[in-house]
């Protein structure tokens, strides 16, 4: 039965490849910067949002943190890639109706695509923040490669989710709007420009940190942003939310997806 | 006997025709409540069985509507069957309309490595064959055209050159024979007689009752989702054009 699906995945996998490449081609063909927009984009966003809470939103950012440009870089970079990796991947099976009618294709190839895509788009981000780190004469750690780890779990959650998304999307269209103000809130409970202690609210406090995104958010400012090594909790909490989601993710998947034809 | 290679056992395949398609959770719900949440069911396929030999060239026949691509379908794997079950010793290639992965922003040559590998084909095995879809396809002046500029003809000699480069245990045809001039619709023909001779099962559904006489050494014809018959080309189809005729009359 697994060999199966393992046959399966690696006759499939070049297709994974092509279309995460017709991703790219698609998303950059025309422009004269082209994929210099992956960096670009996130770095001037970042600026954006940077003028702002110095200025308008002085206020609302966070106390007492030190590099607080990098801080925001970090949170933004790393929701956003959640954000917009579970939302293409909502619709991707929808959107690949077409294909699916015609010929047999794994399904799950769809969310895996667009998660990839996200997470390719978001390593070509982290340009973004090695500059903004270096504008900052931010100290750059060598743990900054553990990074990689809440980064690689985020993507795995990511998975999990984008897979129930997209087979719920196929039966309720809802769920596409229902999704958008759904990240809206988790946004704010996500910590981007705020600590959750300068509150002094244990409850609230309590809250956020059962946001997974939080969790990831924090565990990759550990290690870049500090220069920490990653404590076993944050190991363990990280891969037990990718894990869950994940196998949650499948099960969904797999006791609909034959019926996905019917309702497309 | 050989086992078959392909073995259709009992299959129904049910669609619900739901009037009212519920795409919203608030209507989804709002019918569950009034109870109003039920569908018409439509039976595609009812209860179908066909066992098909190793090198066989099958023909389907049937009016629109009786379930032939239904059929295929199941066969390829795209529908899974509501009942019964549906066991194919091999690869499968399927030419059910062409050009299935396609993207018409892509250029021609990006369009071949996908649409190959959405059939299942690695780039190596597209890069040894390259020049063999150019060559049947007869479009090397547009390679590097993106697809939303080519005609329909184009576009379906691309997709067939892709889809046949392989030499497949089972090739399951669905009226493609039917794009194309004439020269094109020739040329198809002759590979797939050619695929044929290698040891490779046809499946093909046609319109054309002179093509399937002409290609098929076995027939199913089918109607309202049932086998109403099945075996050999010569008798199958002289009952078809029967029942037609009388139709006719009428």
Redesign the interface.
Known sequence: MLKLYVQDFL??R??L???IS?DF??KY?RSVLGVAWSVLNPLMMCAVMFVIFNTLMAGMRGEGIENFAVYLVIGQLLFNFFRESTTMAMSSVMNNA????????PKYIFPLQKICFGLVNCLFSFIALIIVMLITRARLYPTILLGLYPLLMLAVFSLGIGMILAAMAVF????IHLWEVFTTILMWFSAIFYTPEQFGNALLEGLIALNPLYQYITAFRDTVMYGQLLSGAQILICAAWALVMLALGMFVFKKTQ?KF??YM | MQQPIIEVNNVSMR??LAKEK?????E?FLQLVKGKLRFDEFFALKDVSLSVQPGDFYGLIGLNGSGKSTLL?VI?????PSSGSCKVRGT?A?L??LG??F?M??TAR?NI??NG???????KYIDAHFEEIVEFSELRDFLDVPLKNYSSGMVARLAFAVATITKPDVLIADEILAVGDFLFQEKCEQRMQKLMSGGTTVILVSHSIEQIERMCNKVAWLEHGRIKMNGPTEEVCEAYKQTTREDDKI
């Open positions: 006759r499939y070049y297709l490849y092509n279309l017709r081609k698609l063909r077409m294909l699916l009618r015609k010929v047999y294709i309720f269209r809802d769920v034959d034809v019917l | 669609f619900n519920s795409e919203s959770l608030k989804y379908k390829s794997g795209v529908y899974k499968v399927p059910i309309e299935a992965g993207d922003d892509l990006e490595y996908l590998t959405v059939l299942g084909f690695s780039p």
